[in-house]
């Protein structure tokens, strides 16, 4: 029968348990910005048809960039009555409608020019952009990578004190895989807000320089080893 060293360690085969941990800060690959189109109509036509002018120029506006937009997509519609504030009857003052687009661009030269020139729309409100990684970015891959690095040389070095060497591997793990909960997504950062009034603009919106917000990659892993028995 094969001497299978124990996990928790025995004098035979003591056990070292380290963290390896990597923090990345690495250039983002995508930017999102979050546009809302408004109307407001004395009729519910009216308001609709204005709306649906405005959506599509926004539209317009954004698919005119080409491949630097990325993915356009648009959310939730609404059109609300807005009743009049004095009278027991049901008198509709006026209709609201509203449209929320979604656009994910991965060109930052021309990122600048797409939000002045949409929030320059007539009632159009740009919020962004929050800078982000893709879900399968390398860098999150470079830093497991890293943490695992750090984890195996943190445990020699435990090992080399003692006068011995690690031997095997018996576990690793993400922390806190093993009563792991949902991770709370973080909060986007305040972005840049703009809003056109009525009327067309008199010249042509300027153009932002933007700097992209670096992004911080992190990494940990708790792993733990058999090494030799130690030389006292």
Same mark, same amino acid.
């Given at each position: 029968?094969?001497?299978?060293?124990?996990?928790?360690?025995?004098?035979?085969?003591?056990?070292?348990?380290?963290?390896?941990?990597?923090?990345?800060?690495?250039?983002? /690959?995508?930017?999102?910005?979050?546009?809302?189109?408004?109307?407001?109509?004395?009729?519910?036509?009216?308001?609709?048809?204005?709306?649906?002018?405005?959506?599509?120029?926004?539209? /317009?506006?954004?698919?005119?960039?080409?491949?630097?937009? /990325?993915?356009?997509?648009?959310?939730?519609?609404? $059109?609300?009555?807005?009743?009049?504030?004095?009278?027991?009857?049901?008198?509709?003052?006026?209709?609201?409608?509203?449209?929320?687009?979604?656009?994910?661009?991965?060109?930052?030269?021309?990122?600048?020019?797409? $939000?002045?020139?949409?929030?320059?729309?007539?009632?159009?409100?740009?919020?962004?952009?929050?800078?982000?990684?893709?879900?399968?970015?390398?860098?999150?891959?470079?830093?497991?990578?890293?943490?695992?690095?750090?984890?195996?040389?943190?445990?020699?070095?435990?090992?080399?004190?003692?006068?011995?060497?690690?031997?095997?591997?018996?576990?690793?793990?993400?922390?806190?895989?093993?009563?792991?909960?949902?991770?709370?997504?973080?909060?986007?950062?305040?972005?840049?807000?703009?809003?056109?009034?009525?009327?067309?603009?008199?010249?042509?919106?300027?153009?932002?320089?933007?700097?992209?917000?670096?992004?911080?990659?992190?990494?940990?892993?708790?792993?733990?080893?058999?090494?030799?028995?130690?030389?006292?």
């Amino acid at each position: 029968m094969t001497d299978t060293p124990a996990p928790y360690g025995t004098p035979e085969h003591p056990r070292v348990a380290v963290r390896g941990e990597a923090r990345l800060e690495v250039d983002p /690959e995508i930017a999102h910005l979050g546009i809302t189109v408004t109307a407001r109509g004395k009729d519910r036509r009216t308001a609709l048809e204005d709306l649906t002018r405005r959506n599509g120029a926004v539209l /317009e506006h954004i698919r005119s960039y080409g491949p630097a937009v /990325e993915k356009l997509e648009t959310g939730a519609l609404s $059109i609300n009555p807005e009743l009049a504030e004095k009278g027991r009857d049901e008198k509709v003052r006026a209709y609201h409608g509203r449209v929320h687009i979604t656009a994910v661009l991965n060109d930052f030269t021309a990122l600048g020019e797409l $939000i002045t020139r949409v929030a320059d729309l007539d009632m159009t409100r740009v919020n962004g952009p929050w800078w982000a990684l893709r879900p399968d970015s390398p860098a999150h891959a470079n830093a497991r990578r890293q943490a695992v690095r750090e984890a195996v040389q943190r445990a020699r070095e435990y090992a080399d004190a003692l006068g011995s060497h690690l031997t095997a591997l018996v576990e690793l793990a993400d922390l806190g895989a093993e009563n792991a909960a949902p991770a709370a997504l973080p909060t986007p950062p305040a972005g840049f807000r703009g809003s056109a009034g009525y009327g067309a603009p008199a010249a042509p919106a300027p153009t932002l320089d933007l700097e992209p917000r670096r992004q911080t990659v992190q990494a940990q892993v708790n792993a733990r080893f058999i090494m030799s028995p130690p030389e006292l």
